[in-house]
């Protein structure tokens, strides 16, 4: 469901700093101009049966010993396989019908949505306008995310995350922060440090601010006129809104801080395939969830480059899979 007006459209990828709503406020001037002439617009894989020829290729006195290592691959494959499959919830305690109120670029949003993609809960996508947020007028709360589920609002991503796995996860507990277990202080990492680390990194200069607003625009639905508008007006308001950003945050050099961030995260996996083991956890999910928005940028590029999180960030896109999002 994207079909979300032209200016929701630029902006709810434009302050992709969001904190669960709480945006970066930008210049009253630089709003202008990134909305400047803008207007309301509004195969499934099958596996081949590889190993017959091979087989057939050898002779019966060897048959023997080929089929004994095919076996020992399929097993091989049959345990990655076991690793990497999501973990979907009984159908009977699935949600049936779940809204997502976001910002695409939004990282708490995509947070949200790791999960949802990874427990395989179907949902469908609301796209604010952050400006008027006239799509949530019917709600007290004025922030994003919001998830209706089942017709129960739901808010706050991490909270949002902690109410759904309470009924998706029947005996998982939720930690306090008194008794902080590992899982959760992660989490709580995300959501004070990694995504802070983001946006100035994006934004880090004007080829970089375009590269990721080119992007955008080949991904909405933009007239040629739009998308020059949204590439160019959008960048340059991103761009001064990154350098404030780096002010608040103290970031003296964005890619030097992207790296100890991924760095440190690394560390924290100590060799496992996921911080939850041979599964993700819901630390795993947030990491994953709001570095996914990057990734193939040049800054997400050179993340994976620079640093040793390229093979954990393939694993969680092998389990986590083809988005849950039901299109419109």
């Not at 709503?21 to 596996?47: I, K, M, Q, Y």
């Not at 990694?194 to 990194?201: I, K, M």
Request: aromatic share 10%; hydrophobic share 40%; with cysteine.
């Amino acid at each position: 469901m994207r079909r979300a007006s032209f200016t929701s459209s630029i902006l709810s990828r434009t302050l992709s700093t969001v904190h669960d709503g709480g945006t970066v406020n930008l210049h009253p001037r630089l709003l202008r101009v990134a909305l400047f002439s803008s207007s309301r617009t509004d195969n499934s894989n099958s596996c081949r049966h590889w190993f017959s020829p091979l087989l057939n290729s050898f002779s019966k006195s060897s048959g023997q010993a080929v089929s004994l290592g095919l076996v020992g691959v399929v097993a091989s494959v049959a345990t990655a396989a076991s690793v990497y499959a999501k973990e979907p919830p009984p159908a009977e305690i699935i949600p049936k019908d779940v809204v997502l109120y976001q910002y695409e670029a939004c990282p708490f949003c995509n947070k949200v949505k790791a999960f949802l993609d990874y427990y395989d809960i179907p949902y469908k996508v609301v796209e604010v306008n952050p400006i008027s947020k006239k799509e949530i007028k019917w709600s007290d709360y004025k922030k994003v995310p919001i998830l209706m589920v089942d017709g129960q609002q739901l808010v706050d991503s991490s909270a949002i995350i902690d109410q759904l796995s309470e009924k998706i996860l029947p005996g998982k507990a939720i930690i306090s922060v008194a008794d902080e277990d590992e899982e959760t202080k992660w989490r709580r990492w995300v959501d004070n440090h990694l995504v802070h680390v983001l946006s100035p990194n994006i934004y880090r200069n004007t080829s970089e601010a375009l590269e990721s607003f080119d992007y955008i625009t080949s991904n909405g639905n933009f007239s040629f006129t739009e998308k020059i508008t949204v590439k160019y007006a959008g960048a340059a308001a991103m761009y001064f809104v990154s350098k404030n950003l780096k002010k608040k945050y103290n970031i003296t050099d964005e890619r030097a801080a992207l790296y100890e961030a991924t760095e440190t995260w690394v560390d924290a996996l100590n060799g496992r395939n996921f911080l939850g083991g041979s599964k993700p956890n819901l630390a795993d999910l947030a990491v994953f969830g709001v570095l996914r928005p990057i990734r193939y940028l040049r800054s997400g590029r050179d993340m994976v480059e620079h640093t040793p999180i390229g093979e954990w960030y393939s694993r969680m896109e092998k389990v986590v899979g083809e988005s849950s999002r039901i299109k419109a």
